[in-house]
């Protein structure tokens, strides 16, 4: 395991580089479900796990080709293909490696969030090289519930590795106001005594353009936290989902960009990866369609 | 996917039936990490993944041998295999088999939150069966921070077929201040507002024994918090970790059990597992010892 850090950039500073040359702030979800596959992968699906994961494997590095000039990173949803087992966490695999191969960055959506020991395990997993074989994945998201030993050894692999995080802070669902809404002492809510945390986390992994490689997740679907969540993390990336199946348009995000225009990047993931099943042609042409046409939209309502 | 819930027998009365034929009320922690394993299986660890995988597999089913008389359950921390990828994937899949086939409960470690489409993938990977194959695990450890839609896809899988949760709520390390213990509006702490949503997501799955198949985590290492958890959620079974190496005692659980004799479980994972690290016999023979001697300490201080 190699650790010189003269040659590591930091996530945040890749992720402007890639924000700029391609002048898009899309992340593309990768949300693979056999029963919403092109036919054509479908039918291979049905044979078992292990061909239901290749078919998986094979869709999503179809995405991924499609989607690669349009978008800066892929967020594969874990539970995806760990609904697969050991067949599905091969495809990951093979999903994460090919996405970094063609120049994507891999947000790896795991929520994950553990005790110290335990979290040192999944930042080797997710985020650190193993011997020759390079990291899984640039960053993964996170779940803040346990607290600052959960987060030290992700915060390690950001500072050894260039490993990005970024942690649930509000949420795009219903239920996120069961426990992110609940009212402190000072009149606040929960999610915003989070933030005030991922702030601190954040502070020393500041990179050459002012942006933390500690992150925050924030749903698109409640816009008034964006602005909120801007303020209280100034030097975080916001990744923000919710955009598309879930309900909320690019103009609704805008304020989350006045940090820089790469200091918040916009998930989409059925809208664009199942955009084949509202038009009549190609799956992987209705994808690259899509993605192209919400990058310029995310571009122009980011204001940069 | 047969759906027969005729013979569907609650989580909680699964569990309640080990506690009195075993009279234990112990849950071995299965954290296999390769720089501890015994000399034997740490050589073929170092050729490569695959290898490593194997041996963690080999451990872990010999752990699982020596404690089956002694614990009702064992508790694969999903991270330890996590960290090898898919070859660890495939020898968590052997271990949570095999510990099924010699009659014990598993409850996979994996702490799992995400909103409802995803927490559906979540559930099926580890709590459903999948045609012909049985479910991985028998209960999964949960995270609350996403609020119910992340969770009701796992308690459509307790009702249908019979599997059982714990959510997090006031976890064993030290972080668990930062976010669990913020102070709400009300004077009470976040967990305890947690504790009582935990309580009314399991009041439809209330056992014969009058226990719920949905409980709750609360570290052992913070005793005062056991008996609020206690009297929030009368009717949920607790999982208590820190005993052993965290440094709790059976004695700072014995509040837990004020609900009956399998209202809470003790899990002990390191002191047990590694129990041959202080001791010169097998490593096998240790666990069994360390595991039959907690498991009567735990049952005393229970006091049933």
Chains 1, 2 share one sequence.
């Not at 000039?69 to 594969?76: C, E, G, L």
């Not at 879930?246 to 103009?251: E, I, L, V, Y």
């Not at 690259?288 to 310029?296: D, P």
Request: charged share 20%; net charge negative; with cysteine.
């Amino acid at each position: 395991m190699t650790d010189s850090r003269a040659d590591i950039v930091a996530f945040a500073d890749r992720l402007a580089l890639a924000v700029e040359r391609k002048r898009s702030q899309l992340v593309v979800g990768l949300d693979p479900r056999i029963d919403l596959l092109p036919m054509e992968l479908r039918g291979e699906a049905v044979l078992g796990r292990a061909s239901a994961a290749d078919a998986i494997s094979r869709f999503c590095k179809g995405i991924v080709d499609a989607v690669a000039p349009y978008a800066v990173a892929v967020k594969p949803q874990v539970a995806f293909f760990e609904a697969l087992g050991s067949d599905g966490w091969r495809a990951f695999e093979e999903v994460c490696a090919y996405a970094r191969e063609v120049g994507l960055l891999v947000i790896a959506d795991a929520k994950r969030g553990d005790i110290g020991s335990t979290a040192r395990a999944y930042s080797a997993a997710f985020l650190e090289p193993d011997g020759t074989a390079p990291p899984l994945a640039d960053a993964v998201t996170l779940n803040p519930y346990l607290g600052h030993d959960s987060v030290e050894p992700f915060l390690l692999a950001c500072r050894r590795y260039g490993a990005g995080v970024f942690f649930l802070v509000r949420t795009s669902n219903a239920g996120a106001r069961d426990i992110q809404d609940a009212t402190l002492s000072d009149g606040t809510a929960l999610w915003q005594h989070v933030a005030s945390l991922v702030h601190e986390w954040g502070e020393d992994l500041v990179g050459e353009r002012g942006l933390s490689s500690v992150g925050a997740v924030v749903g698109a679907t409640y816009p008034r936290a964006i602005g909120e969540a801007r303020r209280a993390m100034p030097q975080a990336v916001l990744l923000l989902p919710g955009v598309g199946a879930q309900g909320a348009t690019p103009a609704d995000v805008a304020r989350a960009f006045t940090s820089g225009p790469s200091s918040a990047v916009v998930t989409a993931s059925r809208s664009v990866i199942y955009a084949f099943r509202d038009a009549a042609d190609d799956w992987r042409a209705a994808a690259g369609r899509e993605a192209a046409r919400l990058a310029a939209e995310i571009w122009a309502a980011a204001g940069w």
